[in-house]
């Protein structure tokens, strides 16, 4: 039995939870500006605390054992209930303020984020609220470790993005993407897959290999009978949309970059079941009732609906 003077240190076992979720040593110290040796003086120092291996070495680098795994479950649990008392004590306040971290991948950080800072702006003065662009990959590891407060992600048909039990995840629209490339203005419209087989001999814009946006496009074009030729490989919608104004590439594009302007490029329906990607907004379950979050969903679900 662990008694309660071997862990003293709730901060130490903040590190081994840490060191679940970042994956390296070098990550943690880097995160929370330590040196990399410190965080292991730190795991060594709880290790004999708790009298039990905590790491095990694979290769260069460290992994947790299945009795560390253990401990990360009730750390976690701890972290969750003291957001949840930070909500609470939040929430007995009259005022929302503070500060808040969203990160958005790029068309919803181009159209939502600033409408919904507008409403924040004018609902709750004293929120401060600090926007990063990431990508969900990117970004819902990062809000595990408390990197950000809400992230919005999507998702794409096929390709069910992971839903851990530590994070609240909810629905905040449907967007429709669409095939766009300059030809398509002087071709007769036909169905979908007409439309995308017309362009198998195109150079293509599409995201990164490994993304659900690159394996939906993928997807689609195959089904259509072909394989696309990806001459630019990009995150970036906008530059895409710039490929496809000068005549360079094919692309499939999404209705928000057109949320206060007409289309700048021709525009054709995707194949059902394919041509909408869904909003979410993820946050931490423990800090799912914090009045700065339920007033940003609020705030960014009143945003989608402007842009619908």
Not at 4 to 25: S, Y
Not at 41 to 54: F, K, Y
């Amino acid at each position: 039995m662990i008694r309660e003077e071997r862990v003293q240190d709730l901060h130490r076992l903040k590190l081994l939870r840490e060191l679940k979720h970042r994956g390296t040593l070098a990550a943690v110290a880097d995160a929370l500006a330590y040196s990399p040796s410190s965080v292991s003086q730190h795991l060594s120092q709880l290790e004999r605390e708790v009298g039990v291996p905590l790491l095990e070495p694979v290769g260069r680098r460290v992994r947790l054992t299945a009795q560390a795994e253990i401990l990360v479950g009730h750390v976690e649990a701890v972290l969750e209930r003291l957001e949840q008392a930070e909500a609470d004590l939040a929430a007995s306040l009259t005022t929302v303020s503070g500060t808040f971290r969203i990160a958005a991948f790029q068309t919803a950080a181009l159209t939502l984020v600033p409408t919904a800072l507008t409403l924040l702006r004018d609902t709750h003065p004293g929120l401060r609220v600090h926007l990063t662009q990431a990508e969900p990959e990117e970004a819902l590891p990062a809000l595990l470790t408390r990197d950000f407060d809400l992230v919005l992600s999507e998702e794409y048909p096929g390709s069910p993005i992971p839903r851990p039990a530590e994070l609240d995840q909810q629905d905040l629209c449907v967007d429709t993407l669409r095939l766009a490339h300059i030809s398509l203005a002087d071709r007769e419209p036909g169905s979908p897959h007409e439309a995308l087989r017309a362009l198998a001999d195109q150079p293509w814009a599409m995201e990164p290999v490994g993304t659900p946006a690159r394996l939906r496009a993928v997807t689609l074009c195959r089904d259509a009978g072909f394989e696309p030729d990806v001459r630019f490989e990009t995150s970036d919608l906008l530059l895409h949309l710039r490929l496809v104004e000068q005549g360079h590439a094919a692309a499939m594009l999404p209705d928000l970059l057109w949320h206060d302007t007409r289309p700048t490029v021709p525009l054709r329906s995707l194949p059902s079941g394919w041509h909408t990607r869904k909003l979410i907004t993820a946050v931490r379950r423990g800090g799912s009732d914090h009045p700065a979050i339920r007033a940003c969903r609020e705030a960014l679900h009143r945003a989608a609906a402007r842009c619908s």
